[in-house]
């Protein structure tokens, strides 16, 4: 960050990351509101949003900011909860961060704060952009067990020329001595866990809510019956618990879930964690942060995953074959994200097909 007089648009959540990064913006010498980004909640979840709206108060008011309010409630239903149903129906694996990310944090709030004349945004994320010769670069935050990247890899240029994150270069031990130094309330908060915005939920009675389930059987690799699953849409590849085990002999291994099979409604576990039984993964979605892709980079299947060796064949400019040159990886779920990047540069990503 570099000090000017612009205006900054700060997303306060509520908690302490998003709060420092509103405090480093004003002692730079930004002009700094903050907002709190309501979205929608489900009636049957205990939601605290009120609450977390008033710690965000808190510290606008601590800080001597003006606080106003977004509601992106009809975005976060449409573009995060909506999809996250429907990809579970489709019977593949959805990402909601990366959704909340693209279509809410960095879309309706970006349009919300553009809109009241602000220069920029700026969110708690553990991430970096820099500049270079006018092309805006998405690098790994500085604290790696933080690094979020892997849920912005849909920015574009135009959305990153707008985004300060900063507290990017700072690991979290630091980010909350700082807060409680600065007199902030939320220093020694929690940090959030779940789903953007949702929480920790139970993902299983949260999609049974809105999908009719069935009991279905589970299989060993060889096809027998040797327990029971809630339905086999709720469940992803590599899962290892939500399943009743009835008809095996006794094991400390886990079981993973290797195969579902929705019209049978059956699930296929084996105590062998499931992998890639080809080097070529279809992508689709695909968005290159800037132009310049190596001929070979790294990939992350999941969140803090260790990342591999992959190609990219580009089919068209949305999606691609892409060919793993790492052996022994994990088989990812179709509807995941597979995040590209280029030592601590994340350069784009795309969806798997």
Same mark, same amino acid.
């Given at each position: 960050?570099?000090?000017?007089?612009?205006?900054?648009?700060?997303?306060?959540?509520?908690?302490?990351?998003?709060?420092?990064?509103?405090?480093? #913006?004003?002692?730079?010498?930004?002009?700094?509101?903050?907002?709190?980004?309501?979205?929608?909640?489900?009636?049957?979840?205990v939601?605290?949003?009120?609450? %977390?709206? $008033?710690?965000?108060?808190?510290?606008a008011?601590?800080l001597? /900011?003006?606080?106003?309010?977004?509601?992106?409630?009809e975005?976060?239903?449409?573009?995060?909860?909506?999809?996250?149903?429907?990809?579970?129906?489709?019977?593949?694996?959805?990402?909601?961060?990366?959704?909340?990310?693209?279509?809410?944090?960095?879309?309706?709030? #970006?349009?919300?704060?553009?809109?009241?004349?602000?220069?920029?945004?700026?969110?708690?994320?553990?991430?970096q952009?820099? %500049?270079?010769?006018?092309?805006?670069?998405l690098?790994?935050?500085?604290?790696?067990?933080?690094?979020?990247?892997?849920?912005?890899?849909?920015?574009?240029?135009?959305?990153?020329?707008?985004? $300060?994150?900063?507290?990017?270069?700072?690991?979290?031990?630091?980010?909350?001595?700082?807060?409680?130094?600065?007199?902030?309330?939320?220093?020694?908060?929690?940090d959030?866990?779940?789903?953007?915005?949702?929480? %920790?939920?139970?993902?299983?009675?949260?999609?049974?809510?809105?999908?009719?389930?069935?009991?279905?059987?589970?299989?060993?690799?060889?096809g027998?019956?040797?327990?029971?699953?809630?339905?086999? /849409? #709720?469940?992803?590849?590599?899962?290892?618990?939500?399943?009743?085990?009835?008809? /095996?002999?006794?094991?400390?291994?886990?079981?993973?879930?290797?195969?579902?099979?929705?019209?049978?409604?059956?699930?296929?576990?084996?105590?062998?964690?499931?992998?890639?039984?080809?080097?070529?993964?279809?992508?689709?979605?695909?968005? $290159?942060i800037?132009?310049? #892709?190596?001929?070979?980079?790294?990939?992350?299947?999941?969140?803090?995953?260790?990342?591999?060796?992959?190609?990219?064949?580009?089919?068209?400019?949305?999606?691609?074959?892409?060919?793993?040159?790492? %052996?022994? *990886?994990?088989?990812?779920?179709?509807?995941?994200?597979?995040?590209?990047?280029?030592?601590?540069?994340? *350069?784009?990503?795309?969806?798997?097909?």
């Amino acid at each position: 960050m570099t000090s000017k007089k612009e205006t900054v648009f700060v997303g306060l959540s509520g908690g302490v990351d998003s709060s420092v990064a509103a405090l480093r #913006l004003k002692k730079t010498g930004y002009n700094v509101v903050g907002v709190f980004i309501k979205t929608w909640q489900p009636d049957f979840i205990v939601c605290n949003w009120e609450n %977390e709206r $008033l710690d965000a108060m808190r510290v606008a008011a601590h800080l001597d /900011i003006p606080f106003l309010t977004c509601d992106a409630t009809e975005e976060y239903k449409e573009s995060v909860v909506d999809y996250l149903i429907n990809e579970y129906k489709s019977g593949r694996t959805p990402n909601p961060d990366v959704m909340c990310n693209k279509y809410v944090k960095f879309d309706a709030f #970006l349009k919300f704060a553009i809109k009241r004349g602000a220069d920029k945004i700026a969110t708690g994320h553990y991430a970096q952009v820099r %500049e270079t010769e006018g092309v805006f670069k998405l690098s790994r935050g500085t604290d790696s067990s933080k690094d979020q990247t892997y849920f912005l890899w849909t920015l574009t240029q135009k959305q990153l020329k707008h985004t $300060l994150f900063p507290i990017g270069d700072t690991v979290k031990s630091k980010i909350r001595d700082e807060a409680e130094e600065a007199g902030l309330s939320t220093f020694s908060k929690q940090d959030s866990q779940g789903v953007c915005f949702l929480g %920790e939920i139970d993902m299983a009675k949260f999609i049974s809510h809105f999908v009719d389930t069935d009991k279905g059987n589970v299989l060993n690799v060889d096809g027998d019956i040797i327990g029971t699953h809630e339905g086999s /849409i #709720l469940y992803t590849i590599g899962q290892r618990h939500g399943f009743k085990i009835e008809n /095996i002999k006794t094991s400390s291994k886990p079981l993973f879930v290797t195969e579902k099979d929705l019209e049978r409604n059956t699930i296929t576990v084996s105590e062998t964690y499931p992998k890639i039984n080809s080097p070529e993964i279809h992508l689709k979605n695909i968005n $290159l942060i800037s132009k310049n #892709l190596p001929d070979i980079f790294d990939a992350q299947f999941r969140y803090r995953q260790k990342s591999f060796k992959v190609r990219l064949k580009m089919i068209d400019s949305k999606s691609g074959m892409l060919t793993v040159l790492t %052996e022994n *990886i994990d088989r990812p779920s179709v509807g995941q994200s597979c995040v590209f990047y280029d030592n601590d540069k994340c *350069i784009g990503g795309g969806v798997i097909k």
